[in-house]
C-alpha cells in the first residue's frame, strides 16, 4: 500500500463495517415499506426514501476500500460517476430529514389542516419533495460541468463532488442542519403542550424526536462542521481531504443504525421487521398501534413520528 494512505486504512475499515451494515439495515427498512400495506402515507414515503439515501450514500465505502487496498487510483470524474449514486444519497439526506420534520410539525400543530394534506397524499408528498429534489439536482448538474480527468485520487465520497461543489453542499447543509433542529425542537414544544393523559402516551415521541436531535447534531452537523473547517480554513488539499473522510465518522453511523433506532422505539416498524423475518409480533406492539387507545387528535401524529 501507498505509504500516504496508511493514515485511511483505520477509517476505510470502520466505513466498511458501515457499509454492510447499513446497506442490509436500509436495505430491510425498504422491504419493510414495500411489504407493509399501512405504509402508504406520506410519512412513510419520506422515512423510506431518507433510508434509501442512507444506503446509496454508506454504499460508497466499498469503491474506497477497494481502490485504497488495491492500491488503485482514478480520476475524479470517474470517481463522480463511479460514486453518483452515494453523492445523491449524501446530498438529499439533509433535505429530507428536514422535510420529515416538517411533516411532523404540521401534524402536531395543525392537525385538521394535515388531515386534509393527507386526502391529497400524492400533491402533499410531491410538493414536500420539491426541495430535497431540486436541491440535489442542481449539486449534481453543477458536479458534472466542474468534473477533473485529470487529477487522479483514491475514490471517497466527499470527492465524489468537485471540490467547490462539495463547499457549497457543505455550506448549504449547515444552514438545513439548523433548520432540522429549529423544526424538531419546535415541534417537541408543541407535543409538551398535550393534555397529561395524552402526553403520558406519547412519552416515546419525546425520546424519538430528542434521539432524531442528537443524532443530526453528532451525525450531520459534526461531519459539514468538519469540512467547513476542511475547504475554508485548510489550504493543504491533501490535509483538508483526510480531515474531510475523518469527519464524517457520526454521520456514517447515523446512516448505519436506522434499522436499530426504529426497532428500538417505533412498534408499528418493530411489527412489521419481526413479521418479515416471520418473528411474534409482541403484545405490547399490538397495543401501541390500537388507534382505539388514542384520542383522534394523537393518532395522527403516532405513526411513525421517530425519525432521523
Not at 414495500?34 to 444506503?55: G, Q, R, V
Not at 487496498?69 to 463522480?80: D, G, L, N, P, R
Not at 414544544?189 to 453528532?218: A, C, H, P, W
Amino acid at each position: 500500500m501507498i505509504e500516504s494512505n496508511w493514515p485511511l486504512v483505520p477509517v476505510a475499515l470502520f466505513y466498511l463495517v458501515c457499509a454492510i451494515v447499513g446497506v442490509i439495515g436500509n436495505g430491510i427498512m425498504v422491504v419493510v415499506f414495500w411489504k407493509e400495506s399501512k405504509f402508504k402515507l406520506p410519512i412513510y414515503y419520506l422515512i423510506t426514501l431518507n433510508c434509501l439515501a442512507d444506503l446509496f450514500h454508506v454504499s460508497g465505502h466499498f469503491v474506497f476500500n477497494y481502490q485504497l487496498f488495491a492500491e488503485e487510483t482514478s480520476s475524479q470524474a470517474t470517481c463522480y460517476f463511479m460514486l453518483f449514486h452515494t453523492a445523491i444519497g449524501f446530498c438529499i439526506s439533509g433535505p429530507l430529514l428536514l422535510a420529515i420534520g416538517i411533516d411532523r410539525l404540521i401534524a402536531c400543530r395543525f392537525p385538521i389542516s394535515y388531515r386534509t394534506l393527507l386526502s391529497h397524499g400524492t400533491l402533499y408528498l410531491c410538493a414536500q419533495l420539491l426541495f430535497p429534489i431540486s436541491f440535489t439536482v442542481v449539486l449534481m448538474i453543477y458536479g458534472y460541468q466542474l468534473i477533473d480527468y485529470n487529477s487522479q485520487i483514491v475514490c471517497m465520497a466527499p470527492l465524489a463532488l468537485p471540490r467547490k461543489v462539495f463547499g457549497y453542499f457543505t455550506y448549504a447543509s449547515n444552514a438545513i442542519n439548523v433548520g432540522i433542529v429549529v423544526v424538531y425542537v419546535y415541534t417537541y414544544i408543541v407535543l409538551r403542550g398535550y393534555k397529561e393523559r395524552d402526553l403520558n402516551r406519547m412519552q416515546y415521541v419525546f425520546k424519538s424526536i430528542s434521539l432524531t436531535v442528537i443524532i443530526v447534531l453528532i451525525g450531520w452537523c459534526t461531519v459539514t462542521v468538519g469540512n467547513t473547517v476542511a475547504i475554508g480554513l485548510i489550504e493543504n488539499r491533501k490535509t483538508s481531504e483526510i480531515v474531510s473522510i475523518h469527519a464524517g465518522f457520526g454521520v456514517n453511523i447515523s446512516c448505519s443504525i436506522n434499522i436499530f433506532v426504529f426497532y428500538a422505539i417505533n412498534s408499528e416498524y418493530r411489527s412489521g421487521i419481526r413479521r418479515l423475518f416471520g418473528m411474534k409480533i409482541l403484545s405490547s406492539d399490538i397495543s401501541k398501534s390500537d388507534p382505539s387507545g388514542t384520542t383522534k387528535r394523537m393518532s395522527l401524529v403516532a405513526p411513525a413520528t421517530l425519525q432521523f
